[in-house]
């Protein structure tokens, strides 16, 4: 069973933990519109497990609010989701800030 994902709202970030999956990303794509409202940045650095889901929800979120005018950075990466992105060969369009 996945774990739960869960996020929190700071002033311009959207911090994401738990995991992002295909068993666990409904409620984040149903509430994109509100909890993306005010946000510049979508921090995945506590999330212990993303798949192609949830990078593929990931990759939509920054290209929904692009076409919106609103750039949107994902922060706090891990080696593990560097290395989906890398696979994907997604890095020319996912640009990404590593976690520290």
């Not at 869960?6 to 509100?34: A, C, I, M």
């Not at 990931?58 to 890398?86: C, F, N």
């Amino acid at each position: 069973m996945a774990a739960a994902l869960s996020w929190v709202s700071q002033q311009q970030t959207l911090v994401l933990s738990g995991e992002l999956d295909r068993e666990t990303l409904l409620p984040l794509w149903q509430q994109r519109e509100t909890l993306l409202a005010d946000k510049t940045v979508i921090d995945v650095a506590q999330l212990q497990r993303v798949d192609s889901s949830g990078l593929a929800l990931l990759l939509h979120l920054r290209e929904q609010r692009s076409q919106q005018g609103i750039e949107i950075k994902i922060s706090g990466i891990t080696d593990r989701l560097q290395t989906l992105i890398t696979l994907y060969n997604l890095s020319a369009i996912m640009p990404v800030e590593t976690a520290s």
